[in-house]
Structure formats: structure tokens, C-alpha cells
């Protein structure tokens, strides 16, 4: 059994008389440690199977598993605990508390968590070791998309889960973050899934999941990922 198991996984959506498939029969595998890149158009159903996997959202059917747990059959309270323990997430804006200092955001998150990471440590590992007693609006963007990223790798999570984590960046300090989510799955070892609509960021990737009109269309196990530092687009 693999790791994450998403099978023939469906999500409708009713708006008014028509019923529209953001995922329409999707089936894939996640293994440990893998950093997974899913690429497709903006419509795909990207950010609809991230929210099923990371339990923000339910499916109208199929089967999701994780770590050997039915999450698909999780009722509202598990669904929480499973977020609250299992999933950390990024999002292309950082949204972190702008009253709170890089550490102190950081501290809120694994603060709920049972088995959390020390937040100053974290911090160090993202490079932000001088960053610590620094607010938000005191940091660069990228400064703050990895506040973002050590704030959901402090709750020890099993799965990093990142939605376009580089859509808000410019051009070189997207390439950095790239380069931590590719160290975060090489070096700590984590299963981090990022999705994206470039091309260009498969080449980093040791699986790639092309999406197409709500279906897995493709995937692709990469026995050669390049280093984020040398792709180009
Ligand atoms: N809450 C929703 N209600 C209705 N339709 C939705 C909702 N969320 C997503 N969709 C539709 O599902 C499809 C897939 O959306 P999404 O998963 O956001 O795609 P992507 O992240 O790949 O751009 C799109 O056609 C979108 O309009
Ligand atoms: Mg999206």
C-alpha cells in the first residue's frame, strides 16, 4: 500500500440545475518522502484534490488514504484532528498574524500540534535564524513564504502541502523556495506535494501528476529530479 492513495476520487460541485466535476475520476500514489509536483491550467482541479487530500474539503466519492487511514471516511471531528496533526499547508499569500513575530506565528501553529517541532529551530532550518523577533511586514516576501513554510513544518506534519507557494514571488526568490521544498523532502525526509501551473518545476520533482480537466492524465515517476537551482522559465 502506498503512502497516499487517491482512487478514482470525484468532486461535483451544484451550482444551480448543472453539477460541474472539479475532479472527475482521479486515481494516483504518493510514496514517502517524495517531493510530488502536480502541474496543469488554471481549472484543472489542482487546488480541489490538495483540499480533499489535506481534508479542507470532502469527496462526492472514491477513496483517499493516507499512512494506512481512510481519510475519505473521516466524519467533521477527525477531519480536524487530521488537519490540526497530519497536514501542514502553504498557500501562494503567507497569511500570517501581523502582530506576531516570525517566532511567535510559528509557535501558534505547533502550539495545537501534539508532537510539534521547536519553533526557533525550524526557523533556522528555512535560513530565518536572524529573522526570529521580526513581524511580518518587517520581512521580504520570500522571508515571509518561508515563516509561512517553517509555521507548517513545526507541527511535524505528515504531508507539506503547498498550493502555487511561488505565485507570489519574483522570479529568483521563487527558485529559492523551490530549492527549500526540494531540501525539505530531500534533507528532512518529508512528503511534500506542490502544485503548479509551470511547467518548468517538474523537472525537480520524484513524481509528477499532470492534471487535465479533473483526471490524472499522467504520471510520472522522475529517477533523475534536477536541483531547483538549475531549471529555468
Ligand atoms: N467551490 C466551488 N464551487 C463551484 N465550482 C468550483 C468550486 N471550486 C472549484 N470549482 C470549479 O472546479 C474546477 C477546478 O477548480 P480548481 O480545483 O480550483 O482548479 P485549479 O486549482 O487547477 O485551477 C474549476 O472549473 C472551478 O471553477
Ligand atoms: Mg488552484
Redesign the pocket.
Known sequence: MAFVEFRDVRKT?R?GEVE?A??DGMTFDIEEGELVVVV??????????LNMLGGMDSCTSGTIVLDGREVSSFDARELTYYRRYDIGFVFQFYNLVQNLTALENVELASQICKDPLDAADVLRQVGLGHRLDNFPAQLSGGEQQRVAIARALAKNPKLLLC?EPTGALDYQTGKAILKLLQDTSRVMGRTVVL?T?NQAFTAIADRVIH?RE?RAAGVEVNERPVSAETIEW
Open positions: 460541485y451550482m460541474v472539479a475532479v496543469g491550467p488554471s481549472g484543472a482541479g489542482k487546488t480541489t484534490l498550493d502544485i501551473h492534471v479533473g
